[in-house]
């Protein structure tokens, strides 16, 4: 069987790669004696599978894992026992049994929704450089790839952007951004609106398919570990 697991990268663990996530989860699963699934071969690894790469140093409330078990675990069980494991900010809000033949997180999310913070910013001046991105025909930014430096147009991933809130301390931002053929990170936002952004909080990620879009695992409004049935 495979669970779905929805949690939170929060506070100083925001710093942490990626790579080291995935390696607290493997000592949370292996110290709550959790039947995870392993690879074959000289090498073998456990069958975790990790959603979209938070970019280090942002936080997120949506971050999500699929884990492959050689038993069946009451989603509950794997939850607490995780839970309890995993280092202060990173928390499960939901897990589910996951129906066979689902696709994978990589596959299925099309788009992720952002809060950025925006020091120094009023809403005016904030309202200014959205009306400015969303006008543009292109959004172009220099990228590094393969050691090289790449010129790439990030308006077709800017699906959204607006100001919801600000204060003495700046604005608030937030947006919608595609992640195909490949991901927005915020430092990228920052530099195609030509605007300093502090610090940025992954909301949501959707699934988009025939004109629905649905996020792959709800958390509990409340922020307690929900326990679902199946997930979509």
Same mark, same amino acid.
């Given at each position: 069987m495979k669970i779905r697991v929805r949690f939170t990268k929060v506070g100083r663990v925001r710093w942490t790669s990626h790579r080291d996530v995935a390696r607290m989860w493997e000592r949370a699963l292996r110290r709550g004696q959790m039947p995870v699934s392993y690879t074959a071969g000289f090498t073998p690894r456990p069958q975790l599978s990790f959603g979209l790469a938070l970019p280090t140093g942002c936080e997120s409330v949506a971050e999500y894992l699929d884990v492959a078990l050689d038993e069946a675990v009451a989603p509950s069980e794997l939850a607490r026992q995780a839970s309890s494991m995993l280092p202060e900010g990173v928390d499960v809000v939901?897990? +589910?049994v996951l129906e066979? @033949?689902?696709?994978?997180?990589?596959e299925d999310v099309s788009s992720c929704t952002w =809060?950025?913070?925006?020091p120094g910013v009023d809403a005016e001046d904030l309202d200014v450089a959205i009306g400015r991105a969303l006008d543009a025909d292109s959004?172009?930014?220099? %990228? =590094? #790839?393969? @050691? %090289?430096?790449v010129v790439d147009d990030l308006r077709p991933s800017v699906l959204a952007l607006s100001c919801a809130a600000s204060d003495s301390d700046g604005a608030q931002l937030l947006a919608e951004l595609g992640t195909r053929p490949r991901g927005v990170r915020p430092s990228e936002l920052a530099q195609a609106l030509g605007i300093e952004l502090g610090l940025a909080r992954r909301t949501c990620q959707w699934i988009e398919r025939d004109g629905s879009r649905w996020e792959p695992l709800m *958390?509990?409004? +409340? @922020?307690? *570990?929900?326990?679902? =049935? #199946?997930?979509?």
């Open positions: 939901a897990a +589910a066979p @033949g689902t696709n994978s997180l990589q =809060e950025i913070h925006v959004l172009p930014i220099t %990228r =590094e #790839r393969k @050691g %090289r430096d *958390a509990d409004p +409340a @922020g307690t *570990a929900v326990i679902w =049935e #199946r997930a979509s």
